[in-house]
């Protein structure tokens, strides 16, 4: 081959190299059938004009649309957190109260999110509910309900599920189911014909926001991003991002 002649395999991405070599794909990624799943959005919009000025409100109004749709688990929400290091973590848990005031949930403090949540109370929730095409962002400091909060709703669940409070060291390493399984016997042993209070270690915390972001699928991944976030006053501002 002369300096001016180039190597095809080398200026054509889906050439072959010399004869009886393997071809040579331009993106293996763009032709795996997981690159080819998409979906175009076009349900409904978003727009300055349609908001309303309080994001509170807002997440309301899309929460109360969202139980009409009857979508499954409408509820459930991913929960980012992230160690004193900055390392990254996220899981499903269930949203079980807004107000103005902030979004709470309830889970095990000796968990993994419950120490995270100690050494940096910050957090980021994020509702998918596919069935409208939209998903919703929200961001800020977290901190543990009052006691009586936490008492109030603990009241409320099923027995089945104070006793799985009581037996489970959420997160930690066990042995086996059979440990777990055990763990439920002598629980249940222990609190027959009593009160089933709530653990020292378990309970609520709230996520007061300071930004959340609404997001409307729209054609030609064009998506409507709405952005309200908290001034110094306590009053918000809205702007649009781009998709």
Same mark, same amino acid.
């Given at each position: 081959m002369t300096p001016t002649e180039k190597n095809p395999a080398t200026t054509n991405p889906t050439a072959t190299n010399l004869p009886g070599s393997t071809p040579i794909a331009a993106n293996p990624a763009a032709t795996s059938p997981i690159a080819a799943i998409r979906k175009e959005y076009k349900r409904q919009s978003l727009s300055e004009q349609d908001i309303l000025s309080d994001p509170i409100g807002q997440f309301e109004k899309w929460w109360n649309?969202?139980?009409?749709?009857?979508?499954?688990e409408v509820n459930a929400m991913t929960l980012s957190t992230a160690s004193a290091a900055g390392e990254p973590d996220a899981r499903i848990v269930l949203l079980k109260g807004f107000d103005k005031t902030g979004f709470t949930f309830f889970t095990n403090y000796?968990?993994?999110?419950?120490? /995270?949540? $100690? +050494?940096?109370?910050?957090?980021?929730?994020? #509702?998918?509910?596919?069935?409208?095409?939209?998903? %919703?962002?929200?961001?800020?400091?977290? /901190?543990? $309900? +009052?006691?009586?909060?936490?008492?109030?709703? #603990?009241?409320?669940?099923?027995?089945?599920?104070? %006793?799985?409070?009581?037996?489970?060291?959420?997160?930690?390493l066990i042995e086996s189911r059979?440990?777990?399984?055990?763990?439920e016997k002598e629980r249940l042993e222990e609190f027959r014909g009593k009160e089933i209070l709530r653990p020292p270690h378990w309970g609520g915390y709230r996520l007061t926001p300071h930004t959340i972001e609404f997001w409307q699928g729209r054609p030609n991944r064009l998506h409507d991003r709405i952005l309200y976030t908290i001034g110094g006053k306590g009053d918000w501002k809205i702007g649009r991002l781009a998709p």
């Amino acid at each position: 081959m002369t300096p001016t002649e180039k190597n095809p395999a080398t200026t054509n991405p889906t050439a072959t190299n010399l004869p009886g070599s393997t071809p040579i794909a331009a993106n293996p990624a763009a032709t795996s059938p997981i690159a080819a799943i998409r979906k175009e959005y076009k349900r409904q919009s978003l727009s300055e004009q349609d908001i309303l000025s309080d994001p509170i409100g807002q997440f309301e109004k899309w929460w109360n649309e969202a139980l009409q749709s009857q979508i499954d688990e409408v509820n459930a929400m991913t929960l980012s957190t992230a160690s004193a290091a900055g390392e990254p973590d996220a899981r499903i848990v269930l949203l079980k109260g807004f107000d103005k005031t902030g979004f709470t949930f309830f889970t095990n403090y000796n968990s993994a999110k419950g120490h /995270e949540l $100690l +050494e940096n109370p910050h957090a980021c929730l994020v #509702f998918f509910w596919k069935e409208l095409e939209r998903q %919703i962002r929200i961001k800020g400091p977290v /901190e543990k $309900l +009052e006691p009586r909060e936490s008492d109030d709703y #603990f009241s409320s669940r099923p027995a089945g599920s104070r %006793i799985g409070a009581w037996s489970s060291p959420q997160s930690q390493l066990i042995e086996s189911r059979e440990w777990l399984e055990q763990q439920e016997k002598e629980r249940l042993e222990e609190f027959r014909g009593k009160e089933i209070l709530r653990p020292p270690h378990w309970g609520g915390y709230r996520l007061t926001p300071h930004t959340i972001e609404f997001w409307q699928g729209r054609p030609n991944r064009l998506h409507d991003r709405i952005l309200y976030t908290i001034g110094g006053k306590g009053d918000w501002k809205i702007g649009r991002l781009a998709p």
